[in-house]
């Protein structure tokens, strides 16, 4: 590849030497991932990875994408991009996390108006620690360079993830009764959703992003840029360690509580919630009153301090609960299931 050019190219905004440089800028953060499984080595046409099956009866694929959102606007104006990857992997694998499967193998998309590789490197770099707290592998993805499309300073960050559970695992919710206690567990903060209206409520400028926050304990840049909080190693662990006891589980992200806990309902069960319980988090009301904005919209627009919530059986609460606090979580019972149309119940 030492004499792969184009100097033609190169006159178009393109620079094929500049992700030849990335990719060997990322090759020790991919390293990182590694875990049994991995067949090849990084860079192919393809990412090759070997389950091991020999434990399971029926093995059930599970896969899930997202993207960053806007919150990369913040990252842009701050010139702070080690965190997005972190992100943009949490936003995949939380999601499959809460059907019982375990994350495996992991690929990126990132689209950008000029490569520049220290900066791409960065990206990759939280992409890889994402990687790393799910406990799967970055197995591939993509750099593109849009010329005309976008900024040079601009980007866009995607991925995939596929993750496995046996087929008598799966977590769907289908045996939720009226009786279950609804568990939440602390988010680290906005996570990665609402950040268009985020970011009109501060319209924020460097010096507004740089200023410190007594309430929060930081800049309001670092809050904003605070990373999604990854569940899957301790939701995955708990799971494992009562089975059948948690019974659905439910990602706190773009919709709010209104939209995402009755995602994991059956027919007939309804979540009431009791907001007064959340861990408090000053970003969420420094929000609400900066932007004249009502707390019926906050709970079906934010995590509000919670950012994933499980049904569990009245029993094994407690012990579940115990079991989260080893972790270093924070699970709080907020509610209860309840006979009723699927839907939710949330007083604040």
């Not at 992100?87 to 694998?93: E, I, S």
């Not at 970011?199 to 840049?221: A, I, N, S, W, Y």
């Not at 012990?319 to 149309?341: K, L, Q, Y």
């Amino acid at each position: 590849m030492q004499d792969s050019r184009s100097d033609s190219y190169a006159a178009a905004g393109v620079s094929i030497t500049a992700g030849y440089e990335s990719v060997e800028l990322i090759k020790k953060h991919i390293a990182r991932t590694n875990i049994p499984g991995i067949l090849g080595s990084f860079g192919g046409f393809g990412g090759f990875f070997e389950p091991n099956l020999s434990s399971m009866n029926r093995p059930v694929l599970v896969s899930g994408t997202d993207g960053v959102g806007t919150k990369q606007m913040i990252a842009f104006i701050m010139d702070k991009h080690d965190t997005i990857g972190i992100d943009c992997v949490a936003m995949c694998v939380n999601d499959i996390a809460c059907c019982g499967a375990s994350p495996l193998i992991f690929l990126d998309y990132i689209a950008m108006g000029k490569s520049i590789p220290a900066r791409n490197e960065q990206i990759v770099a939280g992409v890889a620690e994402g990687c790393v707290q799910a406990g799967c592998a970055l197995i591939g993805g993509e750099m593109a360079e849009h010329p005309g499309m976008m900024l040079e300073d601009e980007y866009d960050v995607a991925g995939f993830s596929v993750g496995i559970v046996d087929y008598d695992s799966i977590i769907d919710g289908k045996t939720i009764k009226d009786g279950d206690v609804i568990i939440g567990l602390a988010s680290s903060g906005l996570h990665s959703n609402a950040f268009s209206l985020v970011r009109k409520v501060f319209q924020p400028d460097l010096k507004k992003l740089e200023t410190h926050m007594p309430d929060l304990g930081c800049t309001l840049g670092e809050e904003l840029l605070r990373p999604t909080k990854i569940y899957v190693k301790p939701l995955l662990d708990v799971i494992n360690r009562f089975p059948g006891e948690i019974k659905g589980v439910s990602n706190i992200t773009g919709g709010g509580h209104h939209e995402n806990v009755p995602r994991m309902l059956p027919k007939g069960i309804r979540a009431v919630i009791d907001a007064t319980k959340f861990p408090e988090n000053p970003i969420f009301s420094m929000i609400a009153k900066l932007g004249s904005i009502p707390m019926r919209d906050m709970y079906n627009t934010f995590n509000m301090g919670v950012g994933m919530v499980m049904a569990v059986s009245e029993e094994s609460a407690d012990s579940v609960m115990a079991a989260f606090r080893e972790h270093g979580e924070t699970p709080v019972i907020i509610g209860r299931c309840e006979n009723g149309d699927k839907g939710l119940d949330l007083t604040w």
